[in-house]
């Protein structure tokens, strides 16, 4: 399965590469040869890129999954950073179910994701209201990206370990941490977007999970 809004991207190298291929087996120029060669890696490039393979998520009530693919590069206080690379999975899951109360596009530079600096890089902030309290999540742009894709909007009550948006390319996720949940995950660890617990209710009553 391919994410949402990559068709384009695809359909627009798919193109490319037949050209390229038709002119190279028309004109035998070597030129043309290389640039069919070139389109059909792109090719193979984004379709493992924009894949979006079916998750077994993970449904609790007393927990929150990650909202992203990748490796968790930072906790701030109450807020875990994931960074995403080129071979991670790029479409990003919601953390806790809940209300979209607002969604909010700032812009930027594109300084690499993992530096800390990447607070000023492009960026999308959704706010979650959950019964737990207010949950953001905010997409940000890296280096080679140039657009954030979301696929809710405000209003929208968005299920735990739903498709709530992209990003293209390199890139990181922040995701805040309500009081009432015990942080699990760990700088350095690797996560999967809808399937690993990153945070625990302090106190699960049994039977609610």
Aim: hydrophobic share 40%; with cysteine.
């Amino acid at each position: 399965m391919l994410a949402k809004g990559s068709t384009q991207w695809i359909f627009t190298v798919l193109m490319f590469t037949f050209i390229s291929g038709a002119g190279a087996y028309l004109t035998k120029n070597p030129y043309m040869e290389f640039a069919t060669y070139i389109g059909v890696i792109s090719v193979v490039f984004l379709l493992r890129f924009f894949r979006d393979p079916e998750r077994n998520v993970k449904i609790c009530r007393n927990c929150m999954v990650a909202p992203a693919d990748g490796k968790v590069i930072d906790i701030r206080e109450r807020t875990v950073c994931i960074f995403m690379n080129f071979q991670d999975v790029h479409v990003n899951r919601t953390p806790l179910t809940g209300t979209i109360r607002n969604i909010e596009h700032k812009k930027g530079g594109y300084i690499p994701a993992f530096y800390k600096d990447s607070d000023r890089n492009e960026r999308n902030e959704i706010i979650i209201d959950t019964e737990y309290g207010e949950v953001s999540v905010t997409q940000i742009a890296g280096t080679v990206t140039r657009r954030i894709i979301t696929y809710v909007k405000k209003g929208d009550i968005t299920q735990q370990g739903q498709r709530f948006g992209m990003i293209r390319f390199g890139s990181r996720v922040d995701v805040t941490i309500p009081d009432v949940f015990d942080i699990l995950c760990e700088k350095g660890d690797k996560v999967y977007a809808g399937e690993t617990v990153i945070a625990m209710k302090n106190t699960v009553i049994e039977g609610n999970i």
